[in-house]
C-alpha cells in the first residue's frame, strides 16, 4: 500500500514528502494525522535540525482533498487542519516549502505555514476557498495579512484568483523563485545551511519573530532568549570560529551545570542506615 507521506534524513535535514501525486497531493483524514505525527516527531528529534516540506509528482498540494466523503463532525475535521497549523507554526526548526506545480487552499497554507518558500516559474497559487463556497483555513486569515498587508490579502481571498510565483514573490509570499531543473538542488542546499546554524538560537529567532508583541514585550523576549543562547556551547564556538577563521561548529550543547549538592552523598547514607 502506498504511503500517503514520506520521510527522509539527510545530514540533519528532515523532508516531509506529500505522496498523493493522483489527486495534486491533496490531503485526506489520514494524511492530515500522518502530518500532524510527523510534525510532533520532528520536533523531537534533536538530530533534526531543519525541515523541507513538499510534494510528489509535480504538484504541491491542491489542499483538502474534499471528493473524498467524510462523515466525521465538521468541528473534528477541522480539529486536524487546526493541529498541523500550529505544529507547522510551533515547530523550534527552520522550515522550507519546496513548491512546484499547484499550491492551492489550504495547499498554499501549508506552504506559508514555513518560514520560507522556494518555488518555480510554474508554481501556481490559490486561494481558492471562495470558489469552493467556503471561507479561509489553515491559518490564512492569520498569515495572509501579515505576510500582504490587509487590502492584498483580501483581494487573494475574496476573489480567489490564480497567480504565479513571480506574482506571488513580489506579494512577499514566495521567498525565492529558481528554475524547476535547479530547484532540488537549491533547496538542498539551503536547508543543509539552516541545519548547521545554531539550533537554540534559531528557535529563539523563529519564535520571537512569529510573535504577537509590543515593543516592549519584544524586547524583554529578546533579553532572555540571549539570556539561553549565552548559556549554551554555539555562542562561545562561534567567537573562537571567527577569531580562527574558520566555519563555526555549532550543537546546541547546554553548558550550565549544576554543581553537586554538598552532602548529599552523607544524606543518602544516613537515610539507608535509617531504614
Not at 492530515?32 to 505525527?37: F, G, N, S, T, V
Not at 507554526?89 to 522550515?95: A, I, K, R, S, Y
Not at 483555513?137 to 500582504?148: E, H, Q, T
Not at 554555539?234 to 547546554?254: M, N, S
Request: aromatic share 6%.
Amino acid at each position: 500500500m502506498m504511503r500517503s507521506l514520506l520521510t527522509e534524513d539527510r545530514d540533519g535535514v528532515r523532508t516531509l514528502t506529500l505522496n498523493r501525486p493522483h489527486r495534486k497531493n491533496a490531503i485526506d483524514a489520514e494524511l492530515w494525522h500522518a502530518l500532524a505525527d510527523a510534525l510532533r516527531a520532528a520536533a523531537a528529534d534533536r538530530s533534526v535540525r531543519a525541515l523541507v516540506l513538499t510534494g510528489a509528482g509535480g504538484a504541491f498540494c491542491s489542499g483538502a482533498d474534499i471528493s473524498v466523503p467524510d462523515n466525521a463532525h465538521p468541528v473534528y475535521r477541522m480539529r486536524a487542519l487546526t493541529d498541523v497549523a500550529l505544529l507547522l507554526h510551533e515547530l523550534p526548526l527552520p522550515t522550507v516549502a519546496k513548491v512546484t506545480g499547484v499550491a492551492v487552499g489550504g495547499g498554499w497554507n501549508l506552504a506559508l505555514g514555513c518560514d520560507l518558500v522556494v518555488a518555480t516559474p510554474e508554481s501556481r497559487f490559490s486561494q481558492i476557498f471562495a470558489r469552493r463556497g467556503l471561507s479561509l483555513d489553515l491559518g490564512g486569515s492569520w498569515l495572509l495579512p501579515k505576510l500582504v498587508g490587509l487590502q492584498q490579502a483580501k483581494r487573494l481571498a475574496l476573489l480567489g484568483e490564480m497567480i504565479d510565483a513571480e506574482q506571488a514573490r513580489d506579494l512577499n509570499l514566495v521567498t525565492w523563485v529558481v528554475p524547476a531543473h535547479e530547484i532540488d538542488a537549491y533547496v538542498t542546499d539551503l536547508a543543509t545551511r539552516l541545519a548547521a546554524g545554531p539550533p537554540v538560537a534559531l528557535a529563539q529567532t523563529k519564535a520571537l519573530l512569529n510573535a504577537d508583541h509590543t515593543l516592549r514585550e519584544a524586547l524583554a523576549g529578546e533579553a532572555a532568549a540571549q539570556g539561553l543562547n549565552f548559556a549554551t556551547a554555539d555562542a562561545p564556538e562561534a567567537f573562537a570560529a571567527f577569531a580562527e577563521k574558520r566555519e563555526p561548529q555549532f550543537d546546541g550543547r547546554w553548558t550550565v551545570h549544576r554543581p553537586p549538592i554538598r552532602g548529599a552523598d552523607r544524606s543518602e547514607q544516613g537515610s539507608t542506615a535509617d531504614a
